[in-house]
């Protein structure tokens, strides 16, 4: 901002001694302009709006009284990732006709990564439901799940697993199923915060995990061509529309 | 919400008493636990000023309705308010987020209109009403992040670093903003370029 000499904004800022501002105003063009606009905008100041009804008082005083016990943040967290665990506990047996693990990696491998995922997910529900900005632990902990379930692929690509486009649709397909309910599950709960994007996106990679994790643990392929463009991406984009979904949602409540 | 409030509607419970001198952070704690009476003088506390700040920030029209949407806010989410904080700047990021809902829904032109209209409603109260149109039609005009900033440095004493912890931005962020927002204003009001 080319602005000229601003102290005096300062001054006020940190509520200095008049004296002090009347000092630098006298040899300071710059500021007695800035000054005059704060003192203009002090024409508002004088007829203040009436005072809010006794009727919202009332109905905020009777929410409490209906509800003494406030819920603490790490419920929603808990519930959020709870529905993402739950629905890949289900998709796993749903889809395990031929077998609950289909990932041809050696265990180790299929558990760290599969640890990875589960931490993720832990990191992307704190950083969507506890208060205050944690968003910045969100990508780090993504970008970590991702390259772990890269580094855990097997490299294989099963002849019965068909030709490479309707195998990876099968798969994005599947994902994108898995992650609705804990998505609206995720989405209910963070309608009780103020919309924020890196809320909305941690919530969603968190919704997202749930079909991950079933494709990592059911899913025969494990070529970096395969997990990449059906297993990563449709997760990114899970996360996109659910933060547009938020966007477009109604808010309960304004607080962070 | 909207409809007209009798006399008798307008009961504000009392809160002289010891629980008035208390400071805020001991009477969140109470209110956090489900304390009615704390609650009752945060709001005598706090009405007003967040239902001015909600006046001059989304317009007079959506203020009620607002600071019902705020305090109603601040009872649910209560849970997520974390000890020792300051009670004021987090109250007003939620008038402030609230605020910018409501603009962002109803749109910016309906909402220039509607502070046109405020201005021309305002009781004659000062000096020079025509005065008051412009410096209230300035304000309106600035983009919403930077008339946010404004309304609370100006009229509700926070300094740049509790509006920073208020809007979840950075000290540096919105000093750049009241700079900048001041500067237009200083153009508006005063014919300089903006």
Partial sequence: ?256 | LSRKHSATERRIYPVEGPDEQQPDEMLMDRFCEGDVRAFDVLFARYARPVHEFLSRFAGRGAADDLTQTTFLSMVRARGRFRRGDAVKPWLFAIAANAGRDHLRRRGRDDRARGAERDARSAPAAVPDPSAELDVRAALARLPDPERAVIVLHRFHDLTFEEIAAALGKSAVAVRVRAFRAYRRLRAWLGGDRP
């Fill in chain 1, 1 to 256: 901002v080319s602005a000229g000499c601003t102290a005096v904004l300062d001054l006020l800022d940190r509520r200095a001694p008049e004296a002090e501002v009347e000092l630098h105003l006298r040899g300071c063009a710059d500021c007695r302009r800035w000054y005059e606009t704060h003192r203009a905008l002090g024409s508002l100041a004088a007829p203040a709006p009436p005072g809010p009804a006794a009727a919202i008082h009332e109905r905020a005083r009777a929410e409490l009284i209906a509800h003494p016990r406030a819920t603490p943040w790490w419920r929603d967290a808990l519930f959020a990732a709870g529905a993402a665990l739950a629905v890949a506990a289900v998709g796993v047996l749903m889809v395990g006709g031929h077998g609950l693990v289909l990932n041809s990696a050696p265990a180790v491998a299929i558990a760290l990564a599969a640890a990875a995922l589960l931490a993720a997910l832990a990191v992307t529900a704190y950083a969507a439901f506890a208060p205050g900005p944690h968003a910045l632990w969100t990508a780090p902990a993504a970008a970590a799940a991702a390259a772990a379930l890269l580094a855990a692929g097997s490299g294989a690509y099963p002849d019965w697993c068909g030709p490479y486009w309707e195998a990876g649709l099968r798969c994005a397909r599947s994902e994108l199923v898995f992650s609705i309910l804990p998505a609206a599950v995720a989405l209910a709960l963070l309608r009780r915060f103020a919309f924020s994007a890196p809320r909305a996106l941690a919530a969603g990679l968190g919704a997202g995990i749930a079909g991950l994790l079933v494709l990592h643990l059911h899913c025969a392929i494990g070529t970096a061509s395969h997990i990449g463009p059906f297993h990563l991406l449709p997760w990114l984009v899970v996360a996109v529309l659910f933060t547009a979904a938020r966007r477009l949602t109604p808010t309960l409540s304004f607080a962070r």
